[in-house]
């Protein structure tokens, strides 16, 4: 079993920066995939970024040039560092997994940070 949890939300006035972490523990030994989601409600949860175990990274439009992915492959963890926020960005952010088990793919969620982008 695996478990994510994600840290470092909050409220933060516009213009100002924030930066996420999101931790995978438990029986792993290779993360294909670590991504960012974000949702607010009402809409359907949307992709802002991901990165392979291999550093290949993909980001939404609407935050290119703002926000950056990382991630630390040995500590199984994935970072996003957020710039010049908008208040659309304000959503409940989740940290997602893609861990090989096998044969299969597993997907695994964090249970979500809440990110607040008013002044």
């Known amino acids: 079993q695996v478990q994510v949890v994600e840290s470092g939300g909050g409220l933060v006035q516009p213009g100002g920066s924030l930066r996420l972490s999101c931790a995978a523990s438990?029986?792993?030994?290779?993360?294909?995939?670590m991504a960012w989601y974000r949702q607010v409600p009402g809409k359907e949860r949307e992709l802002v970024a991901d990165i392979t175990s291999g550093g290949r990274i993909n980001y939404a439009d609407f935050v290119k040039g703002r926000f950056t992915i990382s991630r630390d492959n040995a500590k199984n963890t994935v970072a996003l560092q957020m710039n010049s926020l908008k208040p659309e960005d304000t959503a409940i952010y989740y940290c997602?997994?893609?861990?090989?088990?096998?044969?299969?793919?597993?997907?695994?969620w964090g249970q979500g940070t809440q990110v607040t982008v008013s002044s």
């Open positions: 438990g029986t792993i030994f290779t993360i294909n995939l």
């Open positions: 997602y997994a893609r861990v090989p088990s096998g044969l299969r793919l597993i997907d695994y």
